[in-house]
């Protein structure tokens, strides 16, 4: 490459919690630049998930970080085109990138669910995930599924 890698922004906490992955996911939460309504629903899902797991002696933004980690992928496949055939290949993720996959998909999977607010619906799948269950949990499932299945082709790695 000719030109040197671009430089990582450093992304400053969050206000409540004073912390960098907060801030982060609400960054990929956010629409249309509108990051203070982003807290606001990230704040009343995790109001919501800390009523409903009372039972849990945890407060509800480490039951959040622990289903973050539920979610994260270690493996992906990735498409490699070899002598004509195009091998889906398992490849290590990167730890931002691991992180970035989870928030996206937790994100993703709580926007397609049914329910009345946002905060409702993240909280929900905040919960799902800490139980183990749930979209997003079950695409992480998937994605490990399907490069155990194409273990074969891993010698093809680049």
């Known amino acids: 490459m000719r030109k040197a ?3 990582k922004r450093l992304v400053l906490p969050d206000p409540k919690f004073n912390d960098q992955k907060v801030s982060k ?7 249309d630049g509108k990051k203070s309504l982003s807290y606001e629903i990230f704040y009343a899902a995790l109001d919501i998930v800390g009523e409903k797991m ?3 002696e945890k407060p509800a933004l480490d039951i959040w970080k622990e289903a973050l980690d539920k979610v994260t992928p270690q493996i992906e496949v990735k498409s490699r085109r070899i002598g ?3 091998f889906q290949v398992p490849t290590e993720i990167r730890p931002s990138r691991k ?4 928030m ?3 994100i993703a999977f709580a926007r397609k669910r049914g329910g009345k607010s946002m ?3 993240l909280a929900a799948e ?9 979209g997003a949990f079950k695409r992480k499932e998937d994605l490990h599924r399907m490069a155990e299945a194409n273990r074969a082709f891993a010698h093809f790695r680049f």
């Open 104 to 106: 996206k998909n937790m």
């Open 25 to 31: 996911f609400v960054n990929h939460l956010m629409y």
């Open 126 to 134: 905040i919960m799902d995930a800490y139980n183990e269950q749930g």
């Open 54 to 56: 009372k039972s849990e």
């Open 99 to 102: 992180e970035s996959i989870s």
């Open 5 to 7: 890698k671009p430089k």
């Open 119 to 121: 905060a409702d619906k």
């Open 84 to 86: 004509g055939a195009t």
